[in-house]
């Protein structure tokens, strides 16, 4: 169970929309329609944002969107927001009843 | 209102046992498609997932701590505990307790606010 991958930031502009990868292999994040994405500001715990490759809980912004193409699954923000700087990380369903999270990535609202 | 909440020691030796407790309302656990999972987070570094638990009693760990985990439900008392041996100092992090919701999906909806253990002699 490796870490999938992602940036450690990304950063970008009131307003713009920016895209953080999450790379892993066939076995989990290709092998499944199961990526979740969470939110983490500092010092809380994380939010569900989006389950299932692209399902966007209620009460969730609808401008978190997720999609996924081979072993590489995205989180886009678009209309990108002060209050959106946070950690971010994906996590899949990894066969067997096992999960697996990414590295994190720290988006800054320049 | 579902809420999860853990409670444990927050602060244990090298080598001794760390028993955790997640304490949930708002859901059963007896539920079909309900599962409680246990995710930690070192300060400053990415989350890791540790174990599941699920509605049928089946429970699945991490690969590379699997020897030292166990997780177990009380459902009379809507809780599920975590237990982790040989506890050592790259063990400190925060323990989140969270919730998957039903079967057709994976995401942990809802989540605890987190206990910090520190293993320190």
């Known amino acids: 169970q490796s870490a999938l991958t992602q940036p450690a930031s990304v950063s970008g502009s009131p307003g713009q929309s920016i895209t953080i990868p999450c790379t892993g292999t066939s076995s989990d994040v290709g092998g499944y329609d199961y990526v979740s994405w969470y939110q983490q500001h500092p010092g809380k715990a994380p939010k569900l944002l989006i389950s299932d490759v692209s399902n966007r809980p209620s009460g969730v912004s609808n401008r978190f969107s997720g999609s996924k193409s081979g072993n590489t699954a995205s989180l886009t923000i678009s209309g990108l927001q002060a209050e959106d700087e946070a950690d971010y990380y994906c996590?899949?369903?990894?066969?067997?009843?096992?999960?697996?999270f990414g590295a994190g990535t720290k988006v800054t609202v320049l | 209102q579902v809420t999860l909440s853990e409670s444990g020691p927050a602060l244990v030796k090298p080598t001794q046992t760390l028993t955790l407790t997640c304490t949930f309302s708002g859901f059963s656990l007896n539920t079909s498609g309900v599962c409680v999972t246990w995710i930690r987070q070192p300060p400053g570094k990415a989350l890791e997932w540790l174990a599941l638990i699920d509605w049928d009693d089946d429970k699945f760990y991490s690969t590379s701590l699997k020897t030292r985990l166990t997780i177990s439900k009380d459902t009379s008392k809507n809780q599920v505990v975590l237990t982790m041996t040989n506890m050592d100092p790259v063990d400190t992090a925060t323990y989140y307790c969270?919730?998957?919701?039903?079967?057709?999906?994976?995401?942990?909806?809802?989540w605890g606010q987190g206990t910090m253990v520190t293993v320190s002699s």
């Open positions: 969270a919730r998957i919701p039903y079967m057709s999906t994976t995401a942990f909806d809802i």
């Open positions: 996590s899949s369903y990894a066969s067997s009843g096992t999960y697996v």
